[in-house]
């Protein structure tokens, strides 16, 4: 499953490294969807269920994922603590969490913060992240990071809690 899948780079990209059965790709914005199912090509759109749903309310139910790919989506997110316990809730023990995530560094700098649009409150660092992870009883597997930038990180729901 893929939360903000936007046009679609992503899911393809997964879809073409994985290879699942069934692939679902979300993004609270309809336009993005339909973006995306015009972006991957007919023989990639088969297999992918394309939805608008909401992170901060994913219509499934607990841990009906392997895997979550979530590229650069948490920081768009005021609540990005709910959205990482909904990743938390549907992902299964054992599961992986694949994210890319950028810090505000990157995205409220002088120049980038007229040009992009991003919440102002509730955001978060290294630290931040890494913390409300471990509260939602994931874990750090792999780990590549600009601390002033972003990160790329391999994320495995812990089988219980610790």
Not at 86 to 103: A, Q
């Amino acid at each position: 499953m893929e939360i903000g899948c936007g046009r679609g780079a992503g899911a393809r990209i997964i879809y073409q490294t994985f290879r699942p059965g069934v692939f679902h790709a979300s993004d609270l914005d309809l336009q993005m969807i339909r973006k995306a199912a015009e972006y991957l090509p007919p023989e990639d759109r088969k297999p992918i269920r394309f939805l608008t749903a909401d992170v901060l309310n994913l219509p499934y139910g607990q841990e009906s994922f392997k895997a979550v790919f979530g590229f650069g989506v948490l920081h768009h997110i005021p609540d990005w603590q709910t959205a990482l316990g909904e990743i938390s809730r549907v992902l299964k023990p054992g599961g992986t969490y694949y994210l890319e995530e950028l810090y505000p560094g990157l995205y409220q700098n002088f120049i980038t913060k007229h040009i992009l649009l991003h919440p102002q409150e509730n955001r978060f660092h290294s630290q931040d992240l890494k913390q409300a992870l471990r509260k939602m009883n994931m874990e750090l597997r792999y780990c590549l990071e600009i601390k002033m930038a972003g990160i790329l990180a391999i994320v495995t729901k812990n089988f219980s809690k610790k």
